[in-house]
């Protein structure tokens, strides 16, 4: 097994753990993509570009989280 697909489906069972509307959040985005893939290129939403934007700016400074702070913002309830 390929090391991506190994994560593709550490991350499936990480989604199956959420809420049902993070799940069904995280579906729709999948669905997005595979729908895209016929195109070749992803579109970005509009309105996720200013985080996007930001958090490429945070990797430049050397800012990342921790698994354990990742670990607790996966844990939240969905907004």
Do not use: N
């Not at 090391?3 to 959420?18: C, P, Q, R, Y």
């Not at 729709?28 to 993509?33: C, G, M, Q």
């Not at 939403?45 to 990342?64: A, Y």
Request: net charge negative; proline share 5%.
């Amino acid at each position: 097994m390929s090391s991506m697909i190994k994560v593709l489906e550490e991350a499936i069972e990480k989604v199956k753990k959420l809420p049902e509307d993070r799940q069904a959040y995280a579906a729709e985005i999948l669905e997005e993509i595979v729908a895209d893939t016929d195109a070749g290129v992803f579109e970005i939403p509009d309105d996720h570009m200013p985080g996007i934007l930001e958090g490429l700016e945070q990797v430049r400074r050397g800012e990342f989280a921790t698994d354990e702070e990742v670990d607790e913002i996966l844990r939240k309830p969905w907004r």
